[in-house]
């Protein structure tokens, strides 16, 4: 069974930090394009960010730019998620997700998540004003 387990989420301040994890198991995606979305409630899952198999690009959602930094370790089969300077916009379940599109493609990395065919399922980050 393939799984993507997230892990690192809670309660912290307004410009306070946290770093989510998302390991998988059951198979690797070493090769592959993974990603993190956020879905606060009421509202539709927003892209926050993508890196390639390699982890030699990475793309950002606009309102995250600046603050969060997604990377990934292939050794561990894990994904990273750091955030920083949280505000009360980014409460929300975090979901990472694997894209299997695609192997080893050097600058490919979708900000869709139809492109995404394994997910996690969330983490809740929750930031107090």
């Known amino acids: 069974q393939v799984l993507l387990a997230e892990s690192g989420g809670g309660l912290v301040q307004a410009g306070g930090s946290l770093r989510l994890s998302c390991a998988a198991s059951g198979r690797s995606f070493s090769g592959n394009a993974m990603g993190w979305f956020r879905q606060a409630s009421g509202k539709e899952r927003e892209f926050v960010a993508a890196i390639t198999w390699n982890g030699g690009w990475t793309y950002y959602g606009d309102s995250v730019k600046g603050r969060f930094t997604i990377s990934r370790d292939n050794a561990k089969n894990t994904v990273y998620l750091q955030m920083t300077s949280l505000k009360s916009d980014d409460t929300a379940v975090y979901y990472c997700?694997?894209?299997?599109?695609?192997?080893?493609?050097?600058?490919?990395?979708?900000?869709?998540?139809?492109?995404?065919?394994?997910w996690g399922q969330g983490t809740q980050v929750t930031v107090s004003s």
């Open positions: 997700a694997a894209d299997t599109s695609t192997y080893a493609s050097r600058t490919y990395a979708s900000r869709l998540p139809t492109m995404y065919d394994y």
